[in-house]
């Protein structure tokens, strides 16, 4: 998994753009995908933030890429799953 601070900015469905701090990426063999896990700046301290996931396929140069919505309750399970392991990860740190 790759960590540090990247910001994306993703486009909402009505246009809008949203500016995210990328939390983690990885790669899943089983699903042949790259994933990366992100939440909005712009969310409020006291409020929970909403973390988001996306499929995306890498540029050549192997950084920003074109996101895609997950398509499968299988890959949102993945997904949770890799998510809790990383917050677990953290918090032994």
Not at 19 to 25: G, I, N, Q
Not at 37 to 44: A, D, F, G, Q, R
Request: with cysteine.
């Amino acid at each position: 998994m790759e960590h540090g601070e990247k910001n994306i900015t993703i486009v909402d469905d009505q246009g809008n753009e949203q500016l995210c701090e990328v939390l983690f990426t990885f790669e899943n063999e089983e699903f042949g995908k790259s994933y990366v896990l992100y939440y909005p700046i712009e969310s409020k301290d006291d409020e929970e933030v909403e973390i988001l996931a996306s499929s995306f396929t890498p540029n050549e140069d192997g950084e920003n890429g074109e996101l895609f919505p997950i398509e499968t309750d299988e890959e949102w399970d993945m997904i949770e799953e890799t998510l809790n392991t990383f917050l677990a990860d953290k918090d032994e740190e």
